[in-house]
T-cell receptor, first 116, second 114 residues
Framework: AQTVTQSQPEMSVQEAETVTLSCTYD???????LFWYKQPPSRQMILVIR??????QNATENRFSVNFQKAAKSFSLKISDSQLGDAAMYFC?????????????FGQGTRLTINP | DVKVTQSSRYLVKRTGEKVFLECVQD?????MFWYRQDPGLGLRLIYF???????EKGDIPEGYSVSREKKERFSLILESASTNQTSMYLC?????????????FGEGSWLTVV
């Protein structure tokens, strides 16, 4: 079974600085997707960024980028120019690329605090 | 606009009560999921369904059951609520097909069992 591990329960960063959230995963599959979700206090899950395993290029969405190391099974999220609105729980997630229900497997979450 | 609606946002129930959590989606998605979210544990899958009347156990199905009589509605049932089921419950849906499809989440249901 696939597992996702986030080893940093909490992180904090000064506003405007850069922070990196760590995620590792375990799978024997070759076709899969990785995601970072943001969950603000409203509890609504928001997709931040996604990465297809077959793509070597790291995904980027504005101030958010990932460092995808497939051999090491590592998928970290870098937030540049941190803003107060980035404060939230961040979840790393894995999903198989095959057919079927494709359930999401989540990590434990990292709570990010932005210091003004 | 896409909608996944969890009708009960906040519930307080007594130990031993039967509890129903409802999730309705308007996107004609085949796949629906119930997750439980607890601090330090992330989101854990309870049950999922890939079609009407079809269901499969997730990682923590004990103490729960589900019902999917119509494609748009997926219900989570706590037959006899216990205090260790106090948690936030999230419903999610995905269209059938490849793993790249977008997953949509409801806003969550906070359940307190006293």
């Amino acid at each position: 079974a696939q597992t996702v591990t986030q080893s940093q329960p909490e992180m904090s960063v000064q506003e405007a600085e850069t922070v990196t959230l760590s995620c590792t995963y375990d799978t024997s599959e070759s076709d899969y997707y990785l995601f970072w979700y943001k969950q603000p206090p409203s509890r609504q899950m928001i997709l931040v960024i996604r990465q297809e395993a077959y793509k070597q290029q790291n995904a980027t969405e504005n101030r958010f980028s990932v460092n995808f190391q497939k051999a090491a099974k590592s998928f970290s999220l870098k937030i540049s120019d941190s803003q107060l609105g980035d404060a939230a729980m961040y979840f790393c997630a894995y999903r198989s690329g095959g057919q079927g229900a494709q359930k999401l497997v989540f990590g434990q979450g990292t709570r990010l605090t932005i210091n003004p | 606009d896409v909608k996944v609606t969890q009708s009960s946002r906040y519930l307080v129930k007594r130990t031993g009560e039967k509890v129903f959590l409802e999730c309705v989606q308007d996107m004609d998605h085949e796949n629906m999921f119930w997750y439980r979210q607890d601090p330090g544990l992330g989101l854990r899958l309870i049950y999922f369904s890939y079609d009407v009347k079809m269901k499969e156990k997730g990682d923590i199905p004990e103490g729960y059951s589900v019902s999917r009589e119509k494609k748009e509605r997926f219900s989570l049932i706590l037959e006899s609520a216990s205090t260790n089921q106090t948690s936030m419950y999230l419903c999610a849906t995905i269209r059938g097909g490849g793993g790249g499809n977008t997953i949509y989440f409801g806003e969550g249901s906070w359940l307190t069992v006293v």
